[in-house]
């Protein structure tokens, strides 16, 4: 997740907790200095005086400093005031040394002290939130009680009250426009001399719009191109610049769109005609059809009018094609995704995404077109082929798998114009109660736990040689457990809903096979991060071509500020989607040539990302 967080190491903030930048807090000591009375509160602490004390603190990238604090008894509010130094910590997380004078050791933390919560502070200018209690600190979302807010140059009192600076109420942020008029309004703060509106095509871009602006609303132009449109407003506070976070918005995209054929649909003919209305104000089309998101090694060309027809290739492949629109100087886009025409062998029978009903199974195929030869493979692994790769002839094969319930890869090869093309099939192998390897007998496969503690045992044979237990909270992962030449073992999980995956491997005759197996922990309540609800995880994404929809649901979890989706061919690779996404769901068009599609659900909570991983088998 690492390019989605903006590194600060050159900045010497005068704040030092933020939600955002990626480096970690460094140690902090306080030291408070208490005077003596006679009345005391439950605390030791004299009702009616005000405790005053100072702050040292010291941190990395040469930051360091003292300032004067003070705590009213009455009221239960504090300050912090006389700031000398600077702050270099960085990090939505970090902890105090909190010590006193003996005359209140019962005074150990903040959390003693109260109107120290849900506060608010500025990150070299950029509104974030957090919590001050105990020895601790955390970032959070939300407003609360006891805030303060603070100024580039130093730190005001504590107040109960919300930060100054003025705030954008429209558009929404995340909304998108459908004109080139943007008319943006905000609250007028609190305090504010001064109001300066920016908005980029990049973040904290100024090259659309950069203007002092008055009142509390202002019109200005955007772009017809479609593209990302960062809009923040500036308040000028007892002479400092302060911005609440920057909006995000979509700019209107005037260009040309196809009209035909339509978008997903499969082509019959190696000949495709794409036709597209005219846009508004374009003075240029360009037209790129390629093989994979971006590429243009089918097509990519300057094309006049309105229709153009291209040659496809005749393998079933998907085909990404953008048609592109010059206005004003900017090129703007709308892209799509196709299916070539399929001329290999394809399968009939059995159904792919099914169980098999025995271990001898026989494949059927129509022969395809113009098909030199076809060869078949089926393995345990996508795009393996440790259980069967032979050419076959005809249109028919008899082929004996195992009967252990795993996931049989099928692929079907096709040799066209000295070219091997394949299409995909997944299976569930079917199940006789006979498999040598060991077997959890609990807990049961696919079970949500009731507890974190989970105890694992499994049988045994006499033709095993040897075991090896692997747990982790995500595919292929290791995290939790790896152990070998165990009985059974009581492992500690998680508590917040995430699925976690087992591994139970025997060597077997000299060999390494392996059971796998899928359980979700248990969540104390509410769920704390985003949990996808829908597709059931493990489950089969299927479509009659090799481009599929994936409609991914989930839960909104709980103070989750930001989710980040991330899709791959391989555990965290995002190379078929990875990126910031809105609300709970999220549809994606994906490859279903046989690959295991993996899936994190990363939430950002109180400062932190967390994830949540699944799988899923594609099929044809």
């Not at 990626?22 to 009616?48: E, H």
Request: net charge negative; charged share 10%; glycine share 12%.
């Amino acid at each position: 997740m690492a390019e989605k967080w903006r590194e600060n190491a050159d900045i010497q903030p005068t704040i030092i907790i933020g939600s955002k930048p990626n480096v970690k807090p460094r140690d902090l000591s306080m030291r408070v200095i208490l005077g003596i009375c006679l009345l005391f509160n439950t605390f030791g602490i004299c009702l009616g005086d005000t405790i005053t004390g100072t702050l040292d603190w010291t941190s990395g990238y040469g930051g360091g400093g003292t300032a004067d604090f003070t705590f009213d008894t009455v009221s239960n509010t504090g300050a912090l005031t006389n700031f000398v130094g600077n702050f270099g910590v960085y990090g939505g997380n970090g902890s105090w040394a909190f010590s006193v004078a003996p005359n209140y050791a019962s005074i150990t933390s903040f959390a003693d002290l109260t109107n120290f919560s849900n506060i608010y502070w500025t990150f070299g200018g950029e509104e974030t939130s957090g919590t001050l209690n105990g020895t601790s600190w955390s970032a959070i979302s939300g407003y609360g009680t006891g805030e303060f807010w603070a100024e580039n140059g130093g730190i005001s009192n504590f107040r109960n009250t919300t930060p100054p600076w003025a705030r954008i109420l429209t558009p929404a942020n995340g909304s998108a426009f459908t004109s080139t008029t943007g008319t943006f309004t905000w609250t007028p703060g609190t305090g504010v001399s001064e109001y300066w509106l920016t908005a980029g095509s990049s973040p904290n871009g100024s090259d659309i719009y950069s203007s002092q602006v008055t009142g509390t609303s202002q019109a200005i132009t955007l772009p017809a191109a479609g593209h990302n449109l960062y809009v923040t407003l500036w308040s000028l506070v007892s002479g400092k610049w302060l911005h609440s976070n920057s909006n995000t918005y979509t700019a209107l995209n005037d260009g040309a769109q196809i009209l035909t054929p339509a978008n997903g649909s499969a082509f019959t003919s190696t000949t495709g005609t794409f036709t597209w209305s005219p846009g508004t104000g374009v003075s240029e089309y360009w037209l790129t059809v390629g093989s994979s998101l971006n590429g243009s090694d089918i097509y990519s060309s300057q094309v006049t009018g309105t229709s153009k027809a291209v040659t496809l290739p005749a393998d079933g492949r998907i085909l990404f094609v953008t048609l592109w629109s010059l206005i004003n100087g900017e090129w703007a886009s709308y892209s799509y995704t196709f299916t070539a025409l399929d001329s290999k062998a394809q399968m009939t029978s059995p159904t792919g995404g099914g169980a098999l009903d025995s271990n001898n199974v026989t494949f059927n195929w129509n022969p395809g077109t113009g098909v030199g030869k076809i060869w078949m493979t089926a393995g345990s692994t996508p795009g393996g082929a440790d259980l069967f790769s032979a050419q076959v002839t005809g249109a028919s094969q008899v082929v004996t798998l195992p009967a252990d319930g795993r996931r049989i890869y099928v692929r079907l090869w096709s040799l066209i114009n000295g070219a091997w093309k394949f299409n995909a099939y997944t299976y569930t192998a079917y199940t006789s109660g006979m498999d040598p390897k060991s077997v959890l007998n609990s807990p049961v496969n696919g079970v949500t736990f009731s507890s974190s503690n989970i105890t694992f045992n499994w049988s045994l044979s006499p033709a095993i040689n040897g075991l090896w237990l692997v747990v982790g909270s995500a595919p292929n992962a290791s995290d939790i457990c790896s152990q070998r030449e165990v009985i059974s073992t009581t492992l500690t999980m998680p508590q917040d809903g995430r699925p976690v995956y087992a591994e139970l491997w025997s060597l077997v005759n000299g060999v390494w096979g392996v059971n796998d197996y899928v359980f979700t922990t248990v969540t104390v309540a509410p769920a704390p991060i985003g949990l996808i609800t829908s597709p059931a995880n493990t489950s089969f994404v299927k479509s009659g071509t090799l481009l599929g929809s994936l409609a991914l649901n989930w839960n909104a979890g709980t103070g989750v500020s930001e989710y980040w989706l991330v899709v791959g061919s391989s555990p965290n690779a995002g190379d078929i989607y990875s990126a910031e996404v809105t609300g709970t769901s999220s549809t994606l068009q994906v490859p279903l040539d046989g690959r295991r599609i993996y899936v994190e659900l990363w939430s950002l909570v109180g400062g932190s990302w967390k994830s949540a991983s699944y799988y899923y088998d594609t099929t044809q």
